[in-house]
């Protein structure tokens, strides 16, 4: 019966640990994404929201791909996986959403703007 459980737990453990992605998504304060947005010329700078939203004010520099479009996962696809990917909305949902998409993807590093373009012009 111990050899058996073991034998259980040690597929387990390898099969849990088996294909754990590589990558780091974190949500940010407006502070620190906007420190990381003057140091890093990197960055892949990019809100999800629609584009009238988009029209009525936006970061500077960002690139539209609105989450809420059909062709969303072909054109954020289009983005170097290997870079930082920023990302907004207005209030923070549909980029977290957009993020785990990003992760299941398999880009390499993602962070979502807490609060979105709502905290981001408030400041």
């Known amino acids: 019966m111990n050899k058996f459980l073991i034998l259980v737990f040690s597929i387990s453990t390898f099969f849990g640990c088996k294909g754990q992605p590589n990558n780091v998504?974190?949500?940010?304060?407006?502070?620190t994404f906007k420190e990381a947005l003057v140091s890093?010329?990197?960055?892949?700078l990019v809100d999800v929201r629609t584009p009238k939203e988009y029209n009525?004010?936006?970061?500077?520099?960002?690139?539209?791909?609105?989450?809420?479009?059909?062709?969303f996962k072909i054109k954020i696809q289009e983005?170097?996986?290997?870079?930082?990917?920023?990302?907004?909305?207005?209030?923070?949902?549909?980029?977290?959403?957009?993020?785990?998409?990003?992760?299941?993807?398999?880009?390499?590093e993602i962070v979502d703007l807490?609060?979105?373009?709502?905290a981001w012009s408030e400041q």
């Open 79 to 108: 983005l170097e996986k290997e870079k930082p990917i920023y990302l907004y909305c207005r209030s923070g949902r549909r980029s977290g959403k957009a993020s785990k998409i990003l992760t299941d993807l398999g880009f390499a």
């Open 114 to 118: 807490k609060g979105g373009y709502l």
């Open 40 to 44: 890093n010329s990197d960055i892949q």
């Open 56 to 71: 009525d004010g936006h970061i500077e520099n960002a690139k539209l791909i609105d989450f809420l479009s059909e062709d």
């Open 25 to 31: 998504m974190v949500k940010v304060d407006v502070t």
